[in-house]
């Protein structure tokens, strides 16, 4: 998957949405990465389900090079977040 932002130094917090694992990379500079690192782990993986299914649907339906489309077209944009295939 192609993202248009380094995320080289970005922190990784793994989720699993519908069976798929995914990496939520979060830039530590950007305004709302203090309130990801003290959200219980739970809550994160909840928001990501949520914001996944609402967003894409069922990825667990997809090819991966469907939901790497998907998830470039969910990343258009992105300064301080993305999410990736683990």
Do not use: C
């Not at 917090?13 to 990379?25: D, M, R, Y």
């Not at 739970?42 to 469907?66: A, C, K």
Request: net charge negative; no cysteine.
């Amino acid at each position: 998957m192609q993202t248009l932002v380094d995320t080289t130094n970005w922190a990784k917090f793994p989720v699993t949405v519908q069976g798929v694992n995914l990496v939520s990379e979060v830039d530590p500079a950007g305004s709302f990465y203090p309130q990801l690192v003290n959200m219980p782990s739970e809550m994160f993986q909840t928001m990501h389900v949520q914001m996944i299914s609402e967003l894409i649907g069922d990825i667990s339906n997809l090819t991966r090079e469907e939901l790497e489309a998907e998830l470039v077209i969910l990343n258009e944009g992105a300064s301080q977040a993305v999410i990736s295939l683990a």
